[in-house]
């Protein structure tokens, strides 16, 4: 299996995180429109042996997430900018390939830094003035909002003309990137599956379409684009950063020298199963993006994980991803 790395630059709002489970579901429906069910069917045949795709997160371009550590590993700091490094979040790819581990949160950036920095680079590469790209840099955060919505009544197809319908508002959370933001996806491929061309096109429906909640409303668009992609594996790698979400249960891995924080994903069907009596999943809990794994005999892998099946009551042959893209790292463990 090989390692890709996709450009991602939005095209609208999004009303669902690009987190890599959620990718993979809808790159499954994708399958479907694009090639038929039975196609999906073949490629799902030996998920928990062998998936034909594992999807990471869709991060800051030319960033990683900073491992979960706890704050022994990283290199002492003054006790007054406990509260400035909790913020730091995105560690610079380049970084993590000439740093070691123990140094990386004194590299790495908090959220809104980090965008005011792709911003500011993308904009001088445009031909803007530095000091103007500053300035428009600063006002480029990531924005969540709420967006007005109201109940129609079925029967009238209005906000309500009688006694018994009235007007029922509602709000719905949009997240909003700078127009000049772009995300880094890496997808792992089995290419005895599926082929790299046809994920390329599969990708680029999905972005044409609209990712996650209200694309039919124009949410979650993005264009996409095949970029250069190899990562070094340091020489004495003995641990694995995850990208996305993860189970990581019955591998083997060292629970000693495993970090990791838990999250619980309330899972719903997408595209037409949506439309079902019931569209929800069985919730599943998963190791966040950022996971440190140690095997207790280290190997070069490019994905490590389960497939998850039974997780659905209403769609028997369901699936999700519990497989995450890996990048080697070596720690100094102190235990």
Not at 91 to 106: C, D, M, P, S, Y
Not at 148 to 157: E, V
Not at 243 to 249: D, E, I, K, M
Not at 264 to 272: A, P, S, V, W, Y
Request: contains cysteine; glycine residues 6%; positive net charge.
């Amino acid at each position: 299996m090989q390692t890709y790395c996709f450009r991602l630059t939005t095209q609208s709002a999004f009303g669902t995180p690009l987190v890599g489970d959620t990718l993979f579901g809808q790159l499954c429906w994708a399958v479907v429109h694009q090639y038929g069910e039975s196609r999906l069917n073949t490629l799902l045949e030996n998920y928990q042996q062998q998936p034909f795709a594992v999807i990471s997160d869709a991060f800051p371009a030319g960033y990683l997430p900073l491992p979960t550590l706890p704050s022994t590993y990283w290199k002492p700091t003054d006790p007054d900018k406990r509260k400035e490094l909790k913020k730091k979040q995105w560690i610079e790819l380049e970084t993590t390939t000439k740093q070691a581990v123990t140094n990386w949160q004194e590299f790495a950036k908090s959220e809104n830094a980090l965008w005011e920095d792709l911003v500011k680079n993308k904009l001088i590469e445009d031909g803007v003035e530095e000091k103007k790209a500053l300035e428009i840099a600063k006002s480029s955060k990531k924005i969540k909002q709420d967006q007005p919505h109201n109940s129609i009544n079925r029967q009238t197809t209005t906000t309500g003309k009688t006694a018994t319908a009235s007007f029922d508002p509602y709000t719905m959370e949009q997240i909003w990137y700078s127009p000049y933001a772009e995300f880094d996806l890496y997808v792992v491929i089995n290419e005895n599956q599926i082929s790299l061309d046809e994920i390329k096109l599969l990708l680029k429906n999905i972005g044409q379409f609209g990712f996650g909640r209200d694309a039919s409303i124009g949410l979650g668009k993005f264009n996409i684009e095949q970029i250069d992609f190899h990562y070094p594996e340091p020489n004495n790698a003995n641990a694995y950063l995850t990208l996305a979400n993860s189970a990581p249960q019955n591998l083997g891995f060292n629970k000693n020298r495993s970090y990791y924080q838990i999250t619980t994903r309330f899972g719903r069907h997408g595209d037409i199963a949506a439309l079902n009596q019931n569209p929800f999943k069985k919730p599943i809990i998963l190791a966040k993006t950022g996971a440190i794994f140690t095997p207790k005999q280290y190997q070069t892998k490019q994905y490590i994980g389960n497939g998850l099946k039974h997780i659905s009551y209403a769609q028997k042959n369901a699936v999700h991803q519990g497989y995450a893209p890996v990048i080697p790292v070596a720690i100094e463990f102190k235990k």
